[in-house]
């Protein structure tokens, strides 16, 4: 029982003096210079006073009696409810993880089996290459994706040996050609047929030429002149190809560009675009150097087995490989990939907000400014999704980011920083301060709303008016649900996003197809330690949520909220007005009236 400082607190006087003087009370830590009253101390007032002060004092150590009750049986339950999300992290851990393809069984067990294959047609692929590890694994997913890749690099750095393996690995049509200044539309899609020209009818014999290869490399394909341009840009990016007065499809999965050098011409730009996929091939390093004359110095059952693998467009690369048929991958998995991605795999909305805000940074950042058309940035997302998939997850995420770094540069430069600046994105996170905000704004609601029944079931019952984006997760706008318990379902999401992570290993990024043994080590090195960081700041935030979704659902008084939550408290008497604060400070006693 606490009263407010007073010269004559041991002889108090009579009638409505008294009542107002009594009426006086703080609770406690708010006013920490307050004088306690003890027993010893009203003994010592005359017996007419003693009546309202220890009839008062007894009311005020049962209500701290219940308040300390409310105060245990609060945390109790916010400490259960923890320890559900946590157990719920640990089934999903044992079971097939909550970023597995858990809506369609089936689906999930086709992309487990595609993943297998994946991992068998990448260690087929990079038999007798050194360090061109990004380079096999970035041209089978342009060609999962049916996009197409450029090799950027100077002569004698395998770029058309990478080429030839895909084919080899798809057992399809194969064209290869080299294009110089001189090199005219014949060379790439077949003669003009004679006996048609004698009908007038102006026909190409294209078997056997690009219009019917399902893989094809094109080296120095910069030199291609505008008369070979028009008709290669339509049959890259559409499929088709005009034949005469006929329009027919043409079957390429991929098309493998080369070049050694950037094109300089802006009638080339198009050309470029169509590359989505783009890679710099640089010479093998001096500490990859004696790998590589190792293995091509050996014996003649190796030299033979690359001579194999090298052999262009006759045979696969498994016939030299004891790989298990069934886990090899066909021409019909690589086909059905896109389709089976775009139509099960979701993309969320920070994913997307992170695309976004990576063009902007390109775009005014860059010096100079890096242009990504429209069509390049609706492509880079399916091939997110279709990177999801073969990985066995139904969700993109901000990890599969990653990938951009090989997609939006202009220059090979370029692309370090694009790969620094989502590194940085990846160790942010804007979403959990917003959190933070929307807990500050519901905890002063709260406050301001104890004792109005009506008021506080807007807050537990609210109906949205705007979208909050917090982590991969959004607050639906347009139903009636709890705020509070939104936030909690939020949070328990990220914190199991974060924690799995760790606790696993960081599978998302370790296991990742797409990214090669080097590079998802340097990435998880990286960003482990701030992930730690996260998790514990999540931690705290979904219980300081549970926190408050307990306490509104006990009805708890003000007091009791500053003691589950002082930060929060803290935060609301600095912010808020002292007329809104003063009734929450101070309250009557029992059987003392307010009026003077």
């Not at 990859?288 to 190796?302: D, F, H, I």
């Not at 959190?435 to 109005?452: D, I, K, P």
Request: hydrophobic share 40%; with cysteine; aromatic share 6%.
């Amino acid at each position: 029982m606490l009263l407010t400082a007073h010269s004559s607190a041991t002889t108090l006087p009579r009638g409505r003096q008294a009542a107002k003087l009594i009426a006086n009370v703080v609770f406690p830590p708010y006013q920490s210079s307050l004088q306690r009253v003890t027993p010893a101390r009203i003994s010592k007032a005359r017996p007419s006073r003693v009546v309202y002060v220890a009839g008062a004092y007894g009311d005020f150590m049962e209500r701290e009696r219940k308040t300390n009750a409310d105060i245990t049986s609060i945390r109790v339950e916010v400490e259960n409810a923890m320890g559900a999300v946590k157990a719920k992290l640990s089934q999903a851990a044992s079971g097939a993880g909550f970023l597995s393809l858990q809506r369609d069984p089936a689906l999930a067990i086709q992309a487990e089996r595609l993943k297998a294959k994946l991992k068998n047609a990448i260690n087929v692929m990079q038999e007798g290459l050194v360090e061109r590890d990004a380079e096999v694994r970035l041209l089978l997913l342009a060609a999962l994706a049916g996009e197409h890749i450029l090799l950027i690099g100077p002569p004698g750095t395998a770029k058309s040996e990478v080429g030839r393996r895909l084919n080899s690995l798809v057992d399809g049509t194969y064209f290869e050609r080299l294009l110089t200044r001189f090199s005219v539309p014949e060379e790439l899609f077949g003669p003009l047929s004679m006996r048609a020209l004698e009908n007038d009818e102006y026909i190409r014999q294209v078997d056997g030429y690009l219009p019917t290869a399902e893989v094809a490399f094109i080296d120095e394909i910069f030199k291609a002149n505008s008369a070979i341009l028009n008709t290669l840009l339509t049959l890259i990016n559409e499929r088709l190809f005009d034949n005469g007065n006929k329009r027919t499809t043409v079957p390429l999965i991929s098309m493998v560009g080369a070049s050694n050098e950037l094109p300089e011409s802006e009638e080339l730009d198009a050309l470029y675009d169509r590359f989505l996929v783009r890679r710099q091939v640089r010479q093998v390093s001096p500490a990859g150097v004696a790998q590589m004359l190792t293995y091509y110095s050996g014996s003649e059952a190796v030299a033979a087995a690359a001579s194999r693998a090298a052999g262009g467009g006759s045979g696969s690369v498994y016939g030299s490989t004891g790989v298990d048929p069934s886990l090899r991958l066909t021409r019909q998995d690589i086909v059905r990939c896109k389709a089976a991605a775009l139509s099960s795999v979701r993309v969320p909305q920070s994913v997307i907000q992170m695309v976004t805000d990576l063009r902007i940074h390109l775009q005014e950042r860059f010096e100079p400014p890096v242009y990504v058309s429209d069509r390049r940035l609706v492509k880079s997302i399916q091939l997110l999704q279709v990177a999801a998939y073969c990985n066995g997850r139904d969700t993109v995420t901000e990890y599969d980011c990653l990938l951009l770094q090989h997609v939006l540069w202009q220059r090979p430069e370029q692309s370090d920083r694009i790969h620094d600046w989502v590194i940085s994105q990846l160790s942010i996170d804007d979403g959990l301060k917003q959190v933070q905000y929307l807990l500050g704004g519901l905890f002063s609601r709260a406050c301001r709303c104890l004792g109005n029944a009506d008021k506080l079931a807007d807050i537990k019952v609210a109906s949205y008016s705007c979208i909050h984006k917090a982590g991969s997760t959004t607050l639906v706008t347009g139903r009636k649900e709890a705020e509070v318990s939104a936030l909690v379902q939020l949070l328990s999401d990220k914190y199991h996003q974060v924690a799995g992570n760790l606790s696993d290993g960081f599978p998302v990024v370790l296991d990742n197809l797409w990214l090669g043994s080097e590079e998802s080590a340097a990435v998880a090195t990286a960003l482990e330690p701030k992930l730690v960081k996260t998790r514990a700041a999540v931690e705290q935030v979904l219980y300081d949520v549970l926190t408050l979704e307990v306490a509104l659902k006990f009805g708890s008084d003000p007091v009791t909220l500053a003691n589950l939550m002082p930060r929060q408290w803290a935060d609301f008497i600095r912010n808020s007005d002292i007329g809104d604060l003063k009734p929450m400070g101070t309250t009557p006693l029992a059987g003392v009236s307010r009026k003077p």
